[in-house]
């Protein structure tokens, strides 16, 4: 029987620190400035989108070994502290601003942040210290030598998730540019890892349960079958793996996490693979082990999860948090719908799948049994010669909640469209399945005349709000607009634009676009 521990033991910079209690509700953030006094980190949005409160976060990776003592190891990421709990600490290492220097030495990052003017009223800098801390262990650590420089495009990439409001980003690049050709100190090297892996190994196979005065409740099994029992006798505990919404509907005071279930370190509801013609992903997957895994396999979902989220978010928000929260602008969920993804969902009885557009009933609504988790998610690849295309429409390119996303899924045969699956989002209480536009393409041939009709008949299948975002006509016509879009960025109208004969037929490819 696995051993139950009371309290959260988690390593900050270098000291070994054990929280119980209400205590372990509290972000990161608010209790590193409020409990310790560690004011480097600062809080500026509450809500992950600003990356002022970026620290580093170690955790272990892998699957336990046979023993207790594993030998799994931990890898570091930037994340957002504060909308991370102390309880989704467990066995972390967690390297905050304060870290990074070394006996009175400001870390290369910082330097480079003085010498190039890259700070004016200071409230972001720590945030972006960090960021660029991060990169250089990361390029310092990559196994190819061409990789290791860093470039004004890597540093836009790792910055994306930081704002600055009066210096401008100019100099902030600069000092990243001026990260490259010193001899900068490993980071990592200065932590005695080596024992903190050592004793994490042994303390995984632990569970862990906390009381606070005030009846809250955190469990973190050790086990799916132990979470799985947990869910049964208790349905009322809110599952958190990522907690990157939850977090900020805790920290606008508008949903209290009190009696929690933590289930983002289960080995096996973790990762990716390919098993034949389809990723297997974990529930518990982040957004960033799902990127890694479809920048070859799927482009088209990988360009809309690189302009969706920070990599501090995608770090931590988890694919099946995405599904559970049920959002009908989620952006993952047209890709999911198009290819016609399976969910898994686990209980102490067994597993049954559903498809993904039968999982959802109204808005934030769905077939999932109180008893039940979700536990993977079955995602189909689509064939070479099948046309894809990924939509997202926002006010600003990158980091924005969508207005519109719209997925596109096709099959053609000598010229004529065999196949077309669709589903728009933002249109309606959940994600729409455009049945009516789907019979419309099919037997059709692939000409901008069909997308055109196709695109007024998925008009008719919508019902969208008007809101902040836009108002309900335009998104009509943003949904009809995206069919002829996808059109003209098939190869074969884009061979045609460049003189070439135009094909008759179907695209000779996959399209994926994200807007």
């Keep these: 029987m696995a051993t139950t521990r009371?309290?959260?033991?988690?390593?900050?910079?270098?000291?070994?620190?054990?929280?119980?209690?209400?205590?372990?509700?509290?972000?990161?953030?608010?209790?590193?400035?409020?409990?310790?006094?560690?004011?480097?980190?600062?809080?500026?949005c509450s809500e992950g989108d600003c990356g002022a409160c970026t620290v580093m976060l170690g955790w272990l990776?892998?699957?336990?070994?046979?023993?207790?003592?594993?030998?799994?190891?931990?890898?570091?990421?930037?994340?957002?502290?504060?909308?991370?709990f102390l309880f989704q600490l467990d066995l972390c290492h967690v390297i905050t601003v304060e870290g990074i220097s070394s006996q009175g030495e400001l870390h290369p990052a910082q330097k480079a942040m003085v010498e190039c003017f890259g700070s004016q009223c200071g409230f972001c800098t720590p945030g972006f210290v960090m960021a660029l801390a991060h990169l250089t262990e990361e390029r310092a650590l990559s196994p190819v030598e061409g990789q290791r420089a860093i470039d004004a495009s890597c540093i836009k990439d790792k910055?994306?998730?930081?704002?600055?409001?009066?210096?401008?980003?100019?100099?902030?690049?600069?000092?990243?540019?001026?990260?490259?050709g010193g001899s900068s100190?490993?980071?990592?090297?200065?932590?005695d890892r080596t024992g903190i892996e050592r004793e994490f190994n042994v303390l995984a196979s632990h569970s862990v349960k906390v009381t606070g005065a005030g009846g809250e409740l955190f469990f973190k099994p050790q086990s799916l079958a132990e979470a799985l029992k947990l869910r049964a006798a208790m349905p009322q505990l809110k599952i958190v793996a990522g907690g990157t919404d939850l977090g900020v509907q805790h920290n606008k005071g508008k949903s209290l996490l009190t009696q929690v279930m933590f289930i983002a370190h289960l080995h096996e509801i973790a990762g990716v693979k390919q098993v034949g013609q389809a990723l297997e992903i974990g529930a518990a997957a982040n957004?960033?082990?799902?990127?890694?895994?479809?920048?070859?396999?799927?482009?088209?979902?990988?360009?809309?999860?690189?302009?969706?989220?920070?990599?501090?978010?995608?770090?931590?928000?988890?694919?099946?948090?995405?599904?559970?929260n049920a959002s009908p602008i989620a952006d993952s969920l047209p890709c999911l719908y198009v290819l016609g993804a399976k969910l898994e969902l686990t209980s102490i009885t067994g597993s049954r799948?559903?498809?993904?557009?039968?999982?959802?009933?109204?808005?934030?609504?769905?077939?999932?049994?109180?008893?039940e988790i979700l536990t993977k998610i079955i995602l189909p690849l689509p064939a070479a010669d099948a046309a894809v295309g990924l939509y997202k429409v926002s006010k600003r390119r990158d980091l924005d909640i969508s207005t519109v996303t719209l997925g596109l899924h096709m099959k053609t045969r000598a010229g004529k469209i065999t196949e077309a699956h669709l589903a728009a989002g933002g249109v309606a209480a959940t994600i729409v399945r455009l049945?009516?536009?789907?019979?419309?393409?099919?037997?059709?041939?692939?000409?901008?005349?069909?997308?055109?009709?196709?695109?007024?008949?998925?008009?008719?299948e919508i019902s969208p709000?008007?809101?902040?975002?836009?108002?309900?006509?335009?998104?009509?016509?943003?949904?009809?607009?995206l069919f002829l879009k996808f059109y003209h960025e098939s190869p074969s109208a884009l061979s045609a634009r460049a003189g070439s004969a135009r094909p008759s037929g179907p695209p000779a490819g996959k399209v994926g676009r994200g807007t």
């Design 6 to 44: 009371e309290n959260v033991i988690f390593y900050l910079n270098n000291e070994r620190i054990e929280v119980s209690g209400s205590q372990v509700f509290q972000p990161l953030s608010t209790w590193l400035r409020y409990r310790k006094g560690m004011t480097g980190t600062k809080v500026v």
């Design 435 to 460: 049945r009516s536009a789907e019979k419309a393409l099919v037997g059709s041939e692939w000409t901008a005349a069909t997308f055109a009709q196709a695109g007024q008949v998925a008009t008719a």
């Design 465 to 481: 709000l008007s809101d902040v975002r836009g108002s309900a006509e335009f998104r009509k016509a943003l949904v009809k607009n």
């Design 185 to 191: 100190p490993k980071l990592l090297e200065r932590f």
């Design 159 to 180: 910055l994306a998730g930081n704002l600055c409001r009066c210096t401008g980003y100019e100099a902030i690049v600069k000092a990243g540019l001026a990260l490259n």
């Design 353 to 371: 799948e559903v498809e993904i557009h039968a999982f959802y009933t109204g808005y934030k609504r769905f077939d999932l049994q109180p008893n």
């Design 287 to 324: 957004w960033s082990d799902v990127l890694a895994a479809t920048e070859q396999r799927l482009p088209e979902l990988y360009a809309i999860l690189k302009i969706f989220a920070a990599e501090q978010i995608r770090n931590a928000a988890t694919i099946g948090g995405n599904i559970i």
């Design 61 to 84: 990776v892998g699957e336990p070994g046979r023993t207790m003592h594993a030998d799994r190891k931990l890898e570091y990421r930037i994340i957002d502290s504060c909308i991370q």
